[in-house]
């Protein structure tokens, strides 16, 4: 008994000089370290070092594994199922590559669901235009006489997908193919823009490819939209990829933003928008640097300049322009000294100066 007694007080006599001794340590000595001593490297130095390819040989070998399913995930498709593509690595490349490769037969709409915001009923409107066209062309050329609806009534969401969805006895086999990459992206993960995708998925002349990252994806989905509307065949097919294009949007832990790598992130956005858009931003770009000193461009000015180069029609085309800009965060306003709303866009000159030449190759 005594044993154990003198072997329990060793323990805490022990453990009693152990914390004091590192509490005296610690008062006695502090480290001289900030974090500013701590060394920033730039951002695409990082990405570089980071994403180092391997095992290529095995990574070309597992695609052409994928490729030879190309023909059975188009009977897939045919049969009225949705893919979904899951596992490991970027699946941007392997979906492109199957609807260069097989679909051809078929219209392809890809939605970059990694981008920062997507403006689904901006997406759906397309569709339903491309519909109209692919309608009218098949009829044309096939002379039937059946005067099918071709045109949507208006542009609320509900007609446009009562429109997409169409008669079931006809036209079954014109379907237009809609690849979203990464479903499961920011700026679609809120309850509305999954149910209106599920319900544009279950429409009869819509077919999807979509893929999924996140390990929490399938929680977005209740039991009728996995089996009943977007009708889901999953498909695990990890390629080990880098996200090059996805990850460009997040920025990378010890990171700095380098002139170059933030005018390349701007200009990966513009390019998802219109023409006419990116024509708007670069008047208001070149506007900002040849009046440095300004608190950035009148809007009415910018209306003026964009309506004489006929890249919009009315202030409503432009107001849609300014609105993508904003939900992208490229553009800002504030009001100048006169009380106008001013547009800025928040990037160093030098910044801009290399978007500027990014959009004009």
């Known amino acids: ?35 500013s001593d701590i060394h920033i490297v730039d951002e695409q130095e990082l990405r570089e070092t980071a994403i180092e390819m391997k095992h290529a040989k ?12 190309y023909s059975k995930w188009v009977f897939e498709l045919r049969c009225g199922f949705g893919l979904l593509m899951y596992g490991f690595g970027s699946k941007k490349a392997l979906i492109e590559d199957f609807a260069s490769a097989s679909l051809t037969e078929y219209s392809v709409m890809v939605i970059n669901g990694y981008l920062p915001s997507v403006n689904l009923k901006q997406v759906l ?37 009562s429109f997409l969805h169409g008669p079931q006895s006809e ?30 998925a279950s429409c009869s002349h819509i077919r999807m490819v979509a893929s999924i990252d996140h390990v929490n994806a399938p929680l977005l989905w209740d039991k009728k939209m996995v089996h009943k509307q977007f009708n889901w065949l999953w ?51 070149e506007y900002q640097l040849s009046h440095p000193d300004e608190d950035g461009m009148p809007t009415d000015d910018l209306y003026s300049a964009s309506r004489e180069r006929f890249f ?25 000294s006169d009380g106008q709303e001013c547009l800025n866009i928040p990037l160093s000159s030098d910044a801009l100066r290399q978007l500027l030449l990014d959009l004009n190759q």
């Open 1 to 35: 008994m005594e044993d154990i007694e003198n072997i329990e007080e060793d323990e805490y006599g022990f453990s009693r000089n152990y914390f004091l001794a590192k509490e005296l340590g610690g008062a006695s000595k502090r480290s001289a370290h900030k974090l």
């Open 58 to 69: 095995e990574i070309s070998e597992l695609m052409s594994d994928y490729k030879t399913m």
């Open 125 to 161: 409107l397309a569709l339903a235009e491309l519909l109209s066209e692919l309608l009218k062309c098949k009829r044309k050329s096939s002379g039937s006489l059946s005067k099918g609806q071709e045109t949507f009534p208006s542009r609320s969401i509900d007609d446009i997908l």
């Open 171 to 200: 036209d079954k086999d014109c379907f237009i193919c809609v690849v979203v990459h990464n479903i499961d992206g920011p700026a679609l993960r809120d309850p509305e823009s999954q149910q209106t995708l599920a319900r544009l």
């Open 235 to 285: 498909h695990h097919v990890p390629t080990f990829a880098p996200y090059n294009v996805e990850g460009v949007f997040f920025p990378l832990v010890l990171a700095q933003g380098s002139t170059a790598q933030t005018a390349k992130t701007a200009a990966i956005v513009l390019q998802s928008l219109t023409p006419n858009a990116q024509n708007v931003f670069k008047i208001l770009a």
């Open 312 to 336: 919009v029609s009315s202030q409503v085309t432009l107001n849609s322009h300014l609105t993508e800009f904003k939900d992208h965060e490229l553009v800002k306003t504030k009001r100048n």
